[in-house]
């Protein structure tokens, strides 16, 4: 899907759009002549009162309304719609048509354009928040678009595909050394799979479920590297604490596995250190790892990075915090996310 929108999807040429269309169609119920530059420059400004009058109250007055502030909607309503009557009467008198208002007299004229203001405001505001409803919907719907791709786009990365061809490589060699923890692993890594296909299309699963995957994506690594890889994880262990939360799923994953993809090193120590902790309505995980070796270290896309922080932008717009940074021997990840209760 592009990020680019199209140029006629703007909000700047739909407002143009929607000017140019009210203007034509309140010029057609109008008495003023448009064809003459005169004419035309009489029926804009005409409309021009009309249309900036319809936009203060839907700006500035209607969300009065919407505060259910009554009493002060009703009477703020009354004096601009009085004061536009007035603004549009001595435009129409003293310049607009003139030989219109010679003859009525003022009570008549003025009852005239505050009625022709009161419909007026009411017609350009309801075409107006049809529009703007009509752009929320869509959107709305270009978002769960967005989502849904991405959400798919994740679950073919993860887990990365070599995690698993190299977990049945040493699952085949375990069962020729050690052939009674053989079933025990292929569990786990069942687990794994099942996870990502029954929870990872779901819009939140609970921090102990998404925290049990993790600590399993772990257990695994950890068969897969041997000794040679100092790994420590570090999590809460109150049950109660982790199921009254939710987070959406497969968040935390990409970021651990990546530490474990772009860590390998034979001339230093390779290191891995994870830490979840949840306080104050907040999810926070740390992870420093060892820096590759030149001759280990892997080109990146940085795709990756740039899927989990457009995702976060769209699940949790406002409310996370994600940084990174290297220094001379290790990099760090941390990711700080609002918390929501079941």
Known sequence: MS??????????????????????????????????????????????????????????????????QYDIYTVVSILTTSAGALLLYAANYFWLAPAYYFEDGFVISFTYHFVICTISTITIMSFSLAR???????????????????????????????????????????????????????????????????????????????????????????????????ISFNCPTESSLLSSYQIAPLILITLVENAFKHSLTVTTTWFINITIEVKDHRLILDIQNSLPDLSFKRDSTGIGLKNIKQRLELLYNGQYSFRTAASEDSYRTTLILQLKNF
């Open 3 to 68: 990020e680019r929108r199209k140029w006629y999807l703007s909000v700047y040429v739909q407002e143009a759009g929607f000017f140019v269309a009210m203007f034509i169609l309140t010029m057609l119920h109008e008495w003023i002549e448009v064809d003459t530059v005169i004419g035309f420059l009489k029926g804009l400004a005409f409309f021009l009162i009309l249309y900036l009058q319809a936009q203060l109250h839907r700006f500035f007055i209607l969300p009065l309304m919407l505060k259910k």
């Open 132 to 230: 703007q409803y009509s752009i929320a919907v869509q959107n709305r719907y270009h978002d769960q678009l967005l989502l849904s791709e991405m959400n798919i786009k994740f679950l073919h990365a993860q887990l990365n595909p070599h995690f698993f061809f190299n977990m049945f490589n040493n699952l085949y060699g375990v069962s020729l050394t050690e052939p009674a923890r053989v079933p025990a692993l292929i569990l786990q890594l069942s687990g794994l799979m099942r996870y990502q296909l029954e929870n990872g299309t779901k819009p939140t699963v609970s921090i102990q479920q998404e925290i049990e995957f993790v600590h399993n994506y772990i257990v695994m690594e950890k068969e897969r590297v041997g000794n040679r890889c100092a």
